[in-house]
T-cell receptor, first 113, second 114 residues
């Protein structure tokens, strides 16, 4: 079956540090890949997505590239802010139009001033 | 435009009881999905409904069931509650027919089973 593995953290960074959260996946066919973010006390929000190999998703300074050869979708941000403190989830759907998400366990990020 | 509304926000039940959770999707959305979030298992897909029909179901026992009404509101029911059912239950709705990239999540119902 499909699965997603991501570094579980927690990760603590100083403001303006570089962020990488690793994510790898196992899936057959042509999955779509996502990063979701969950801020304290709030629901999940889509951060970015990529639907085919070599696509780069980006939003709010975050980026991730769909790498089929390494089955990876690592999340990066060049300079984190305190407001980026949240839990980040890597996820996939088996095909582009599916609503059935398979999630990684989540990575808690804390950014300190 | 109102977001996805889940009620109640918190619930406390005892083992063996049953519980019903409610989800009101964004106006005009016809797809509703449910997820269970626990510290141990993370986020797991329960089921998805579209126009009152269950289209997909995750790997959960039959104690977990759901339904969708003609106004797209959805309920999920858990019968014979177990301690392990303690979790945050998230509902998500979509109306665009473009899959998960158009999913909007509610804030969830926190269920505690004692």
């Amino acid at each position: 079956g499909n699965s997603v593995t991501q570094m579980e953290g927690p990760v603590t960074l100083s403001e303006e540090a570089f962020l990488t959260i690793n994510c790898t996946y196992t899936a057959t066919g042509y999955p779509s890949l996502f990063w979701y973010v969950q801020y304290p006390g709030e629901g999940l929000q889509l951060l970015l997505k990529a639907t085919k190999a070599d696509d780069k998703g980006s939003n709010k300074g975050f980026e991730a590239t769909y790498r089929k050869e390494t089955t990876s979708f690592h999340l990066e941000k060049g300079s984190v802010q305190v407001s980026d403190s949240a839990v980040y989830f890597c996820a996939l759907t088996p095909w582009a139009g599916s609503y059935q998400l398979t999630f990684g366990k989540g990575t808690k990020l804390s950014v300190i001033p | 435009k109102a977001g996805v509304t889940q009620t109640p926000r918190y619930l406390i039940k005892t083992r063996g009881q049953q519980v019903t959770l409610s989800c009101s999707p964004i106006s005009g959305h016809r797809s509703v999905s449910w997820y269970q979030q626990t510290p141990g298992q993370g986020l797991q897909f329960l089921f998805e409904y579209f126009s009152e029909t269950q289209r997909n179901k995750g790997n959960f026992p039959g104690r977990f069931s759901g339904r969708q009404f003609s106004n797209s509101r959805s309920e999920m029911n858990v019968s014979t509650l177990e301690l392990g059912d303690s979790a945050l239950y998230l509902c998500a709705s979509s109306g665009g027919g473009q899959g998960a990239e158009r999913l909007f999540f509610g804030s969830g119902t926190q269920l505690s089973v004692l």
